[in-house]
């Protein structure tokens, strides 16, 4: 059994860290302050017993657990990220621990008034009985991903220590920066030398995904003339006008607080304005890749109908693709996925294989050549003070990466 205790002081550990990461740096990794938890994981890892810890010069951070068996196995990865989301502050984190959850509001700050209530967060009846750590309503936790981290550093732990669990070479890698986008750019997937991995980066209990969006980003740059409002009957054209026009032709309903599931979207994020120039910055999402084309193609005719409407180029339009759908790298080695579904009926977890509507490391590192389906980690709420993660889940998600490497060794076993 996987020590409870030791999970919770572990977490607690990491999360008292800052390590959280700054989209406006151009150094890797963002901020200087995810060194101090990227060094003190090299330590754990030797402490453990893993071999070949390794740290390069941009904190990527892998090691090796030796394969027990004398037949041949898949070498097979775990991966999470240590950074947390610039979105909210990570500075300063008090975890607290609610035992035996009653399934009532949870009072986070009382000279606040910041609750953490069934009521608006229903995932929360969900534990009902069982230990939650949340936070004290003024941080993020850094469930995402320290839960992660905790799962894969307690599961190697307790492989070393338990040799009658067969498994084969197991490979884990810690990386910075995932929370901007930039978890998997300097990745070597070469060198971590896995035939697959997972990410241990999702949510709720049971999540197992290998689909996410098809994204991109949209800059949107709208021209307009300013003279003087006095004598500016012809004249004037005001670029936030412009720019308004733009943002409505656009499907009102395909936004992201009006979509769900498989449901794409556009999404307006920032807008800087004047009457001279305006700047729209849009994220554009689709599973489909078809769809996902389509609403390039329909972002970019937008502009060309505006500037035709107009008699020049009003409108100027720039759209980068950011990473693509794992399902079709995914696909073609599903017993990967079926591997990871099997360990979690074994273990009396219900699989809610479903598709993220975001982003994973485990996307773009299946583009670079490492498969990387994504199980859950355990928290709720991410990027924000309400975020929480119930300590069974985070046991639960422990076992799964052990029930993987076993049942990866006997599927290969002759």
Same mark, same amino acid.
């Given at each position: 059994?996987?020590?409870?205790?030791?999970?919770?002081?572990?977490?607690?550990?990491?999360?008292?860290?800052?390590?959280?990461?700054?989209?406006?740096?151009?150094?890797?990794?963002?901020?200087?302050?995810?060194?101090?938890?990227?060094? /003190? $994981?090299?330590? !754990?890892?030797?402490? +453990?017993?893993?071999?070949?810890?390794?740290? @390069?010069?941009?904190? =990527?951070?892998?090691?090796?657990?030796?394969?027990?068996?004398?037949?041949?196995?898949?070498?097979?990865?775990?991966?999470?990220?240590?950074?947390?989301?610039?979105?909210?502050?990570?500075?300063?984190?008090?975890?607290?621990?609610?035992?035996?959850?009653?399934?009532?509001?949870? /009072? $986070?700050?009382? !000279?606040?008034?910041? +609750?953490?209530?069934?009521?608006?967060?229903? @995932?929360?009846?969900? =534990?009902?009985?069982?230990?939650?750590?949340?936070?004290?309503?003024?941080?993020?936790?850094?469930?995402?991903?320290?839960?992660?981290?905790?799962?894969?550093?307690?599961?190697?732990?307790?492989?070393?220590?338990?040799?009658?669990?067969?498994?084969?070479?197991?490979?884990?890698?810690?990386?910075?920066? !995932?929370?901007?986008?930039?978890?998997?750019?300097?990745?070597?997937?070469?060198?971590?030398?896995?035939?697959?991995?997972?990410?241990?980066?999702?949510?709720?209990?049971?999540?197992?995904?290998?689909?996410?969006?098809?994204?991109?980003?949209?800059?949107?740059?709208?021209?307009?003339?300013?003279?003087?409002?006095?004598?500016?009957?012809?004249?004037?054209?005001?670029?936030?006008?412009?720019?308004? !026009?733009?943002?409505?032709?656009?499907?009102?309903?395909?936004?992201?607080?009006?979509?769900?599931?498989?449901?794409?979207?556009?999404?307006?994020?920032?807008?800087?304005?004047?009457?001279?120039?305006?700047?729209?910055?849009?994220?554009?999402?689709?599973?489909?890749?078809?769809?996902f084309e389509a609403r390039k193609e329909v972002m970019q005719k937008l502009a060309f109908d505006i500037n035709t409407e107009y008699g020049r180029e009003v409108i100027d339009i720039d759209i980068k693709d950011q990473y693509f759908n794992m399902k079709e790298k995914v696909e073609p080695v599903m017993h990967i996925v079926d591997i990871a579904e099997e360990a979690m009926k074994q273990l009396n977890i219900e699989p809610l294989i479903k598709p993220i509507r975001g982003g994973t490391d485990g996307s773009q590192l299946s583009y670079m050549g490492l498969p990387c389906p994504n199980i859950f980690a355990g928290g709720h709420n991410f990027h924000?003070?309400?975020?929480?993660?119930?300590?069974?889940?985070?046991?639960?998600?422990?076992?799964?990466?052990?029930?993987?490497?076993?049942?990866?060794?006997?599927?290969?076993?002759?």
């Open positions: 059994m996987i020590e409870k205790q030791h999970i919770i002081d572990r977490f607690i550990s990491y999360v008292t860290v800052d390590t959280e990461s700054d989209p406006n740096s151009d150094t890797t990794p963002s901020t200087a302050k995810q060194w101090d938890l990227a060094h /003190a $994981l090299v330590k !754990e890892l030797i402490a +453990i017993g893993l071999k070949d810890v390794t740290i @390069d010069n941009n904190a =990527y951070i892998m090691a090796t657990l030796p394969s027990n068996v004398e037949h041949d196995v898949p070498t097979i990865g775990f991966i999470s990220h240590f950074d947390t989301s610039p979105d909210f502050t990570g500075a300063n984190v008090k975890p607290r621990i609610i035992e035996n959850y009653d399934g009532k509001d949870i /009072a $986070l700050n009382a !000279e606040e008034n910041i +609750i953490l209530s069934p009521s608006y967060f229903e @995932d929360l009846l969900l =534990y009902k009985g069982q230990t939650l750590i949340t936070t004290d309503g003024t941080t993020l936790l850094g469930a995402d991903d320290k839960a992660g981290i905790t799962e894969i550093v307690s599961a190697m732990e307790y492989l070393i220590q338990h040799p009658e669990i067969k498994h084969g070479t197991i490979k884990i890698g810690f990386t910075p920066d !995932e929370e901007i986008g930039r978890g998997a750019h300097k990745f070597d997937v070469e060198k971590f030398g896995a035939d697959w991995a997972y990410t241990m980066d999702g949510s709720q209990i049971g999540e197992l995904e290998y689909e996410n969006f098809n994204a991109a980003g949209a800059t949107v740059k709208v021209k307009g003339k300013i003279v003087h409002p006095g004598y500016a009957k012809g004249k004037m054209v005001n670029s936030m006008y412009i720019a308004t !026009e733009f943002i409505n032709a656009l499907p009102r309903l395909e936004t992201p607080e009006h979509t769900e599931d498989y449901q794409g979207f556009f999404h307006l994020h920032s807008i800087q304005g004047e009457v001279e120039d305006t700047v729209l910055k849009y994220i554009i999402r689709d599973h489909d890749k078809a769809h924000g003070r309400y975020e929480y993660v119930p300590v069974e889940s985070m046991i639960k998600a422990t076992e799964v990466i052990c029930k993987i490497a076993e049942l990866t060794a006997e599927k290969y076993k002759k």
